[in-house]
């Protein structure tokens, strides 16, 4: 495994719930993070939600391509992005209050979650697109979902506190600091992101940005999340997709650091591009 060379706090940017329903706020999203160089990863529902599967929109499928070439990560998030009945009361509280009812792999048994991930992995093969990691809708995976993802080989899956190094067994501890569009802690939301990537950034503290689609239905999210990767950059930190950052992060980090620690390795960065926006 090679290590960091590069100085600067890594930190991830995610763009979810990428599908044919969603299309339209997810280009606005990666247009943002295309002029600014950063390489984003794309989580990917490939199965019907809230409108068609994936392969019955070509030019999503064709965009999507066309990322992944510019050096942005497809990632699967998921089948259908929906709760599924089963599991313990605690786990469908935390589907319902935490989840919002999305967390599709939070009460799922081995076999269960091993079906859905292969329908998933069936629908992207179809369309060309060939996944390396994974991250559950909300977050939340039960503990036979995570021996479902190891047993069929992808590389890392994400949880709201870490990223997870399935072939290690690694655990990245990265804070995901996400929007809650509409909802209570709306302006919470917005402030601690603003706020907090400059402050990690200038610490070496790694952590992420989520961005979903909804949250440019709201008045000052993509202001806010754009200027908290602004002052990340301007900080100095580096982005990375999940795909690199797990590729390339260092096994153990010296402790009383403020940073990634070691040698050798090169960071693509996302081509810049102007989108007029
Ligand atoms: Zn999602």
Redesign the pocket.
């Known amino acids: 495994m090679t290590e960091l060379s590069e100085p600067g706090t890594p930190f991830v940017v995610s763009i979810?719930?990428v599908a044919p329903a969603s299309a339209e706020p997810c280009r606005r999203w990666l247009a943002d993070l295309d002029e600014r160089g950063v390489p984003a990863t794309l989580?990917i529902?490939p199965g019907p939600w809230r409108g068609p599967a994936l392969p019955e929109d070509p030019a999503l499928v064709a965009w999507l391509r066309e990322a992944e070439q510019r050096g942005h990560e497809l990632s699967l998030?998921?089948y259908a992005?929906e709760g599924v009945q089963g599991g313990s009361g605690p786990r469908q509280l935390v589907n319902r209050v935490l989840a919002r009812g999305?967390a599709e792999f939070c009460a799922l048994d081995e076999a269960e979650a091993r079906h859905r991930l292969e329908d998933g992995l069936a629908v992207l093969d179809l369309v060309g697109i060939k996944p390396v990691g994974f991250t559950p809708?909300?977050w939340l995976a039960s503990p036979g979902a995570y021996r479902a993802l190891k047993a069929l080989g992808f590389r890392y899956t994400t949880s709201h506190l870490a990223v997870h190094d399935l072939s290690s067994g690694r655990r990245l501890a990265m804070f995901a600091l996400s929007h809650r569009p509409g909802g209570f802690g709306e302006r919470f939301g917005a402030r601690l992101m603003r706020h907090a990537g400059a402050r990690w950034a200038r610490r070496g503290t790694p952590f992420r940005i989520a961005l979903?689609p909804q949250d440019l239905a709201r008045p000052g999210l993509r202001e806010a999340a754009l200027d908290a990767i602004d002052a990340a950059l301007a900080a100095g930190a580096r982005p990375y997709t999940y795909a690199r950052l797990v590729e390339t992060y260092p096994r153990r980090r010296p402790t009383g650091t403020t940073g990634p620690a070691g040698r050798a390795t090169t960071q693509h960065p996302v081509r810049r591009v102007r989108s007029g926006k």
């Open positions: 979810h719930d989580l529902v998030h998921g992005h999305c809708p909300g979903h």
